[in-house]
């Protein structure tokens, strides 16, 4: 049976849904292999708050509790990703958040559209 997920889960970026709670509703393939050691699938319908450090923990609490997204630039152990934190609404009401982490190089091109 096809789903609508199907596309994100085969998506070489690492996706992960969470409902307005925190509890995580979704992991594409790729993410559940960047978190395998942490269990990968079997954190589906479990806390992103209990699993995040400080001063994450609190800015991640923040964005549930105001239905706000973020979106920044991230480097770690040498690789640089564009992580994407947007807010998900069903029928008007914020329902979570989906988080997509974007690996790129130094050499990414710029394309400037005037």
């Known amino acids: 049976m096809t789903t609508t997920n199907d596309w994100a889960f085969e998506h070489p970026a690492k996706i992960t849904v969470c409902d307005a709670e925190g509890t995580i509703t979704y992991m594409n393939r790729a993410a559940r292999e960047a ?8 954190l589906i319908g479990t806390s992103l708050l209990e699993r995040h450090p400080e001063p994450s923990k609190s800015r991640l609490r923040e964005m ?13 152990r040498g690789e640089k990703a564009l992580v994407d934190q947007a807010t998900i609404h069903r029928d008007g009401a914020f329902a979570g958040l ?3 982490v974007i690996p790129f190089a130094d050499d990414l091109p710029l394309r400037v559209r005037d």
Do not use: N, S
């Open 98 to 100: 989906v988080e997509i």
């Open 35 to 42: 978190f395998a050691e942490e269990g990968g699938a079997e």
């Open 64 to 76: 549930l509790d105001k239905g706000e997204g973020f979106r920044y630039v991230t480097e770690r």
